[in-house]
């Protein structure tokens, strides 16, 4: 909490929230200028180094027609967009969208409108292919690299200072928050030393390709989950992995949340093999044991609540501190928003005070190599992430399950990550999910959940490597990006010969 004066003059607009006028923020770039070129968004767009758009609304009727992903707010996250995106259209609203869109690699997608989520963006990739985006977003394009790289522009994007200038300039528009036609007035520091440029461009490259990379191998996990299951080798994942970057690329398919739910059948079924008052046509999907008495001859067919029985795993949810414990300090409270693509958010949307942790830490035990699961949400029912050391001072809500594997010969926390992301595994909880009061959930159905485990120890293993490596990649790039991002702009070696470095953005 600050407070200060301004002059009646100083006035912009009729603007008057106090944090738009922030005296600290001002200082700290003026503090900049020896060491850096201070440009805003309208004098770089002016100049021709950027250019700036937003998406379309595309209306509710177009959702679920299909697999390209309209890509919205919750879609992005960790600086990525998320592997499987809520919701997906046919190809002839995307031709409708996409010549004006016109995504491509390099771009980078930030969102506009939304309160927690206003700031957040995300590094366009070779396998975000075919894509629209929503209204709510802006894309940014650097047109003159040789004066602003990408990189370096999606770094300053997350350093602390543009941040802080998002959230100064941010208000409310209706019912949503927004930052509006003010992000043209966002200052961007940019440096001056071409020595720093070039070690931050290099550096936060190499981190952007490893998550790139490991995310390639989430998006594509279900199918090759798939075929390891039926066929019992692990060779369609080293065959997928060997690709050179580009063919990896063109082997993922566009997947949206949808996917999950199967496509539309009709079966009779007798009124004796009804279960427990269950009237739900998907729940008794017929497709689903043909999928899993495909596996029977490589797997073992377990189902969660029998691996819980035996003392195989254990699972339990969390608890809901109630929301006047929200912001009251820095440790996260996990909900079931907060995590993508196999982890958690960097910046989670809650925090919570050191004494309020400490009430809930015993009963709720967070571990490294615990995995959370989604019980309750509709669309985010079935996604799971696993913890790391990173995350492990944490607690989590109601809505999620911690799932932790006490047999890890048997079920590696990897291995059990990458099944329960198996399409034969997925499938079984949608077809098992159901509403209660105003919210779907899964609820205690997760019980009858069947994990189809492989049979041979070699191949168990092999997956659990490859998806721990995949992890543990993803997530030090992950810290690089944090950390990059944090001293981007006060980088400890400034190169004072090289003021004219910037020349051309002077």
């Not at 003059?9 to 060491?35: A, C, F, H, R, V």
């Not at 015993?362 to 699961?373: A, G, M, N, P």
Request: charged letters at 30%; aromatic letters at 10%; a negative charge.
């Amino acid at each position: 909490m600050i407070n200060y004066w301004i002059s009646a003059k100083q006035i912009k607009d009729d603007i008057y929230i106090p944090k738009y006028y922030n005296p600290e923020i001002n200082q700290e770039l003026e503090d900049l200028q020896k060491t850096h070129v201070c440009k805003t968004i309208r004098q770089l767009v002016n100049e021709g180094v950027i250019e700036h758009s937003t998406g379309d609304e595309i209306g509710k009727l177009a959702y679920g027609t299909g697999d390209i992903p309209f890509v919205r707010t919750s879609d992005i996250s960790n600086w990525e967009i998320k592997t499987i995106p809520k919701q997906g259209v046919a190809r002839d609203i995307y031709e409708e969208y996409a010549k004006k869109q016109d995504v491509q690699e390099g771009d980078i997608l930030l969102v506009r409108d939304g309160t927690y989520l206003i700031g957040h963006n995300c590094f366009i990739s070779k396998i975000d292919k075919e894509l629209i985006y929503q209204s709510h977003i802006i894309k940014i394009r650097i047109k003159k690299p040789e004066v602003l790289e990408p990189e370096l522009f999606f770094l300053l994007l997350n350093s602390d200072i543009v941040q802080k200038q998002i959230r100064a300039i941010q208000f409310t528009a209706d019912i949503i928050d927004t930052i509006g036609q003010r992000f043209n007035e966002i200052v961007f520091p940019i440096p001056r030393s071409k020595t720093n440029k070039n070690y931050l461009v290099s550096t936060v490259k190499k981190a952007i390709n490893d998550r790139n990379y490991g995310k390639a191998f989430i998006k594509h996990c279900p199918k090759l989950m798939e075929d390891i299951l039926i066929t019992g080798s692990i060779k369609p994942v080293e065959d997928f992995l060997n690709l050179p970057p580009d063919e990896i690329a063109n082997e993922i398919s566009s997947d949206t949340v949808t996917l999950e739910f199967g496509g539309f059948n009709n079966f009779f079924i007798s009124s004796k093999d009804l279960k427990n008052n269950i009237y739900i046509p998907k729940y008794y999907d017929p497709t689903i044991e043909e999928e899993l008495s495909l596996l029977e001859e490589n797997c073992y067919l377990i189902s969660l609540g029998e691996l819980k029985s035996t003392g195989k795993i254990e699972y339990f949810t969390g608890d809901e501190i109630g929301k006047l414990a929200y912001g009251t300090g820095d440790i996260p409270f996990i909900r079931t928003s907060d995590f993508s693509n196999w982890e958690i958010k960097h910046n989670p949307k809650q925090g919570i005070s050191e004494e309020i942790y400490e009430q809930y830490n015993k009963k709720e035990d967070v571990q490294e190599e615990d995995i959370l699961l989604v019980r309750d949400g509709t669309y985010l029912v079935g996604s799971s992430c696993i913890i790391t050391s990173y995350d492990s001072k944490a607690l989590f809500c109601g809505g999620l399950y911690k799932i932790r594997s006490l047999d890890k010969e048997l079920l590696n926390p990897y291995l059990f990550l990458g099944l329960l992301n198996s399409y034969v595994v997925k499938r079984q909880i949608r077809a098992k999910q159901f509403t209660r009061d105003v919210i779907d959930t899964i609820g205690n159905r997760i019980d009858e959940v069947l994990i189809p485990i492989p049979k041979n120890e070699s191949t168990r293993k092999a997956i659990s490597d490859i998806i721990r490596n995949t992890v543990r990649s993803r997530i030090q790039a992950r810290e690089n990006i944090t950390s990059l991002s944090k001293k981007a702009i006060y980088f400890d070696e400034v190169d004072n010969k090289n003021l004219d470095d910037m020349k051309i953005l002077n």
